[in-house]
Every structure is written in C-alpha cells, then in structure tokens.
C-alpha cells in the first residue's frame, strides 16, 4: 500500500500504487475491519488521500499520473459521487525510478490543498473556491518528496518540503510568490518524512530520511538542528510522528516497524503478525499514527494493514 490515513471515525483509507482507494471500518476488540467503499480514481502512480474533518465523508485523493478521470465504483455497497476533480500540478515531470511523484498536504482551518512534486513550484488550492490560490518556486534541481503544513492562531501559515537530495525548504504562504527558503542540508539522502507540531515552549519540526536518521528543529532557529536520533540502520521507508503524544513510527524494507519516544527512546519492534505461529510483516510503504489515540497502522508490500495499539 502506498497511502493511507488513520482517521477520526473509526476509517481507514488506503490507496495502491494501481490508483485503487478503499475505505475500510474498524471496531475494537478485534472485530473485523469492513469494507466501507472502494474505487479505482484512475492513471495516478504512488496515490495520496487526504480527509477533510469537518465533513467526515469528504476525501481529497491524487496521485503522480496527470489525467484523471471520475471515480468508479467496484464492488461496494454505497456509490461514491465525484464532487470535483482537477490537475494540481500541470508540470509534473515524467515518471522516472527517482521521480517522487505527487506530494500533498490539507490545511484544514484554511481549507488549502498544498501540491509539489516533480515540478519547480508549489501550488496552494483554495477547496471552497475550487481556485488556484497561489503558487511559490521551490528554487531547487531536487524533486520534492513530502510536504508538511503548520498554521498558527496569528494567521501564519507555513509550509515545509522535503527534498529528494536531503535539503529542506520553508515557504512562507502569507508573501506572495517569494521562493522556498532552503535550510538544514543535515540529511544526506532522500527525505521520506517531514511534519510540524507545537511543543511548548517551542514550536518543532522533524524531518527523517532513507540513511534511517531523525532530526528535530526549532522553528526560530533552523540554520541547525537542535537534536537527530539515529532511528535505524537499514534503509527507512517511513517515519511518522503522533499529532499530540510524543510517538515516532518508522518503517524499513527489512520489514519490521519500530516505535520510539521523541527522545530516542525504543518503545517496540514488530517483526511479526499477531497469531498462532504469525507471519513476518512485509516491506513497510506506509505508515500513520490516529490523529489522538495510541493507535497506529501500518502497510506493507504485501497488501495486509496492521493496526496496532501504541
């Protein structure tokens, strides 16, 4: 699985490398998961899905392929209705081994899809006005990998980006088509994971790449990092960090997922699927912590979700 979101009401959504998107329910006490809906969006390599919390049956789905055309319906029980479709980023560049294909983030209080990728700009989409509401140049040769949004009460709104060369960049969304500020050349391979999140008395960002290194920053100080764990020493798929507990979750192809304190703290290693006599886990592609419970889910290569409480 290549995308999916642990979300609020008890859904998960998942989307494949083939485009398809499914959403599934899921109950406690080791209930079975349910089939909630399913689809196939269409041409769209390595797909994100992205909720909207104030409308709980509202998803926002993209991927790297530049048509797209209205969802259909495959073997669910309730039809989903196409609310508006449109390409995020016209230039994205042809697909290639060390392409990152399209990569999103939802601001919710501003209602603003942020879009990059293989393209030089980043693209704010306003969802009310289903309008481009602006664009910034990124200012580098390196695709964009990820992308993480952070808005404070004061109106501010910043928009982090990974790049594939282990740079980060900083786009301020309040000035008008200034470029990316390119900071903290720290990581020296593909950045797999960026997110920001309010920690008092600092506001912190972590940023994570394949060598299998974290590190935090300061948002007033982002010249250097205040502090890097050493996650893991295979190659990192995937790292997450939990919205409000200080949770990390990372991934590797060698098939395990570990989980730490934000201070470096090993928490667990899962290696194996609960059960009698329980299979190996697969290759890690994705990974998502609930926006507030202990809750986690992972996705592997080979098609299986694991939720896992924390």
Aim: proline residues 5%.
């Amino acid at each position: 699985w290549s995308r999916f979101n642990l979300e609020y009401y008890k859904d998960l959504d998942v989307a494949d490398v083939d485009a398809a998107y499914e959403n599934d329910g899921w109950r406690h006490h080791h209930d079975d998961p349910y089939d909630v809906n399913r689809f196939v969006g269409g041409q769209a390599p390595g797909p994100q899905a992205q909720q909207q919390q104030r409308d709980p049956a509202g998803r926002f789905f993209g991927g790297g392929g530049l048509r797209q055309r209205p969802p259909r319906s495959t073997e669910n029980r309730h039809r989903p209705k196409l609310l508006t479709s449109f390409v995020a980023v016209d230039d994205l560049a042809a697909q290639t081994a060390r392409s990152s294909g399209m990569a999103l983030t939802w601001a919710q209080r501003d209602g603003m899809l942020f879009a990059s990728g293989d393209s030089p700009l980043l693209r704010a989409w306003d969802a009310r006005a289903e309008q481009l509401a602006g664009s910034w140049p990124v200012q580098s040769s390196s695709c964009v990998t990820c992308l993480a949004h952070h808005g404070s009460d004061g109106g501010g709104n910043l928009v982090f980006a990974g790049f594939g060369d282990g740079s980060l960049g900083l786009v301020d969304t309040r000035t008008k088509g200034n470029p990316a500020a390119k900071f903290g050349k720290e990581h020296d391979a593909w950045i797999v994971h960026v997110s920001a999140y309010d920690v008092s008395p600092r506001r912190q960002l972590v940023s994570a790449c394949l060598d299998g290194d974290a590190r935090f920053w300061d948002f007033r100080h982002l010249k250097q990092s205040l502090h890097t764990i050493n996650v893991q020493s295979s190659t990192m798929t995937n790292l997450v960090a939990h919205e409000t507990a200080p949770l990390l979750a990372s991934g590797s192809h060698n098939q395990f997922v570990k989980f730490m304190a934000r201070d470096g703290r090993q928490l667990n290693i899962i290696r194996y699927h609960d059960g009698f006599l329980g299979q190996r886990i697969g290759p890690v592609s994705s990974l998502a912590f609930h926006p507030s419970k202990l809750l986690a889910a992972a996705g592997s290569t080979d098609s299986i979700v694991g939720i896992y409480a924390c």
